[in-house]
């Protein structure tokens, strides 16, 4: 089960972070990822980083200003969200997946947290 937290609104330039939490035991071996969907777009991947922590993605729109992280002490993955632009507004879910990096299907979904910037 995955919980998504975080979500809310800001103005343009500002920042946050949103957090997914996971139940189970083996975080560690789930590659994890943060997807957004925007009214009236396909989802689409924002971020996504291996179980070790060592590989990470992310969609050329947000680099440089999103960072993923994951604490699997605390079954939980992250995403920092810095320059934020009102293009970023969506509904952001985190995914886990136990395929191979670089060959992940995203099995399961979080519920999503709304993230809306002003302009």
């Known amino acids: 089960q995955l919980q998504a937290s975080g979500g809310g609104l800001v103005q343009a330039g500002g920042s946050l972070r949103l957090s997914c939490a996971a139940s189970?035991?083996?975080?560690?071996?789930?590659?994890m990822g943060w997807f957004r969907q925007a009214p009236g777009k396909e989802r689409e991947a924002v971020a996504t980083?291996?179980?070790?922590?060592?590989?990470?993605y992310y969609a050329d729109s947000v680099k440089g200003r999103f960072t993923i992280s994951r604490d699997n002490a605390k079954s939980t993955v992250y995403l920092r969200m810095n320059s934020l632009k009102p293009e970023d507004t969506a509904v952001y879910y985190c995914?886990?997946?136990?395929?191979?990096?670089?060959?992940?299907?995203?099995?399961?979904w979080g519920q999503g947290t709304e993230v809306t910037v002003s302009s």
């Open positions: 980083i291996s179980g070790s922590g060592r590989s990470s």
């Open positions: 189970g035991r083996t975080f560690s071996s789930y590659n």
């Open positions: 995914a886990a997946d136990t395929a191979a990096w670089g060959k992940e299907t995203y099995d399961y």
